[in-house]
């Protein structure tokens, strides 16, 4: 018996994964959890039959949404995750110095359970002391909170479901106020590949205008995501994620990557022209 | 009806696309050639059964295979391109108002003719007259033409069926020898992110490197080809992809481009560490 899952990234193409099997389904209070056992990608996360991450690719995503910001910033010292219930942003984040305490938000408990107990290597930064987990609903949370941060990572599934008001621009008003003078906020930002996707960029980044003084978009390749490029937006007070650069700490910090690096962390900035032009239309 | 045509990257993991029917199919002397009518990518060429080109995102292969050496050489006048058969090379060659003369040598006139009738926006460099087109095989073209070139661009396939020996030191030390001082070349070279792919990438930047002082690889996304994450070989006798970008002929040229600019032609270079690791081991 073959047995393969297909995600259809739109109504015409999708991605095709070989399975041995499923290792896990939940239906939680908020998504359908499914965890397969692949040989291409070890073990794959799924929430409503959407790829959300893999053993074999989630350090480019994980790697990509924390060190960016965190080497942008002259001296991140408390950092809020919204979402990223498998823990893998936080085990990013509490890796440089500066971090002293790390707040994550997760609304659904099964995410972070499921990741415990099916990926440990990337559910490792809950066993941080700088790590304090929340299971509570991040708007919620930004509402009724009075702690500042630094920086506000939103590490959230596509906006359908739970997730649809972490790209509204009263959330990101909410966010600017939680965060310190130099503050930063980066968001994943679905594919400017992808036709459906390309309208959720335009709103969210108009969103983002709207609330913050300087919004820039990064890239990065992640192969089990729709297209296999990704965005991110990087929403800022202050810094900028390319002029500010924090070599120093970087040098100091001198962490091992699997896909960042000083020359990465520029270039990612840079985009294609046909990427460029959905900010202009 | 649901007809979808699914491409396998590896035994575990592939691409699907919803296809509205075949346009084309025939067995030509070296490859089965289909033409698929797709709701996603438009048409879509398939040589034995994997995707060559779509008429959605061509545009970046050929304009990241061309633009790339034509701006980091001082003077292209004369181009060979190996295979191309579809013309998309081609067409973006005889864009720089420096080159005088493209030869385009492609084994298998289906290529050429099915380009013609199925894509005609990409099969448009034929009819440019500085173009030279020839049906024969690249390998014995090198090997008996005393013409010399400043670029030669390997627009080939897999390294499987005809395409095998553009792969080889030998080759690569024919197209040496019949470029100019200061001559380039430049080959599609796979995806870092696939496995059995980066077998290859080592071998065959390990044979431009025994032929040429100065091979360098850069990236670019291809959504439809296997993981997306597509990499290009840059091999030079003199001048440096980066430090030789040509910023006047450039803005001479003021081409307008789908993907590639200026900041691009620099950021493509930029490699993530995984990638960089593969040319350590």
């Not at 938000?105 to 099916?118: H, L």
């Not at 959720?200 to 978009?217: A, C, E």
Request: some cysteine; charged content about 25%.
């Amino acid at each position: 018996m073959e047995l393969w899952y297909t995600e259809k990234h739109t109504e015409g193409r999708g991605i095709t994964i070989k399975a041995k099997g499923t290792l896990y389904q939940e239906k939680s209070e908020y998504q359908e959890m499914t965890v397969l056992d692949t040989e291409d990608f070890g073990n794959v996360m799924l929430l409503d039959g959407l790829v959300m991450l893999t053993q074999k690719d989630e350090f480019v995503y994980h790697e990509m949404i924390t060190h960016i910001p965190l080497y942008s910033h002259p001296n991140p010292k408390k950092v809020l995750i919204i979402g990223g219930g498998d823990g893998g942003t936080l085990r990013e984040v509490v890796r440089h110095q500066s971090v002293e305490k790390a707040v994550l938000v997760e609304i659904d408990d099964v995410v972070i359970e499921t990741a415990k107990k099916y990926f440990p290597e990337v559910a490792e930064g809950f066993i941080s002391p700088k790590g304090e987990v929340r299971v509570e609903d991040g708007i919620k949370y930004i509402k009724e909170s009075n702690e500042k941060f630094d920086l506000i990572i939103i590490d959230s599934t596509d906006p359908i479901g739970p997730a649809v008001g972490l790209f509204h621009q009263e959330f990101y008003q909410l966010c600017y106020d939680r965060l310190n003078d130099g503050g930063m906020l980066v968001a994943q930002s679905e594919s400017p590949f992808i036709p459906h996707m390309q309208q959720v960029i335009k709103d969210m980044y108009g969103n983002l205008g709207n609330v913050f003084p300087s919004v820039n978009m990064y890239l990065a390749f992640i192969p089990t995501y729709p297209s296999g490029l990704w965005s991110f937006a990087c929403a800022s007070k202050k810094y900028h994620p390319v002029n500010d650069f924090q070599e120093s700490a970087y040098n100091s910090d001198n962490l091992s990557f699997k896909y960042y690096n000083k020359d990465v962390h520029k270039a990612a900035f840079v985009l294609p022209n046909f990427v460029r032009e959905l900010f202009e239309k």
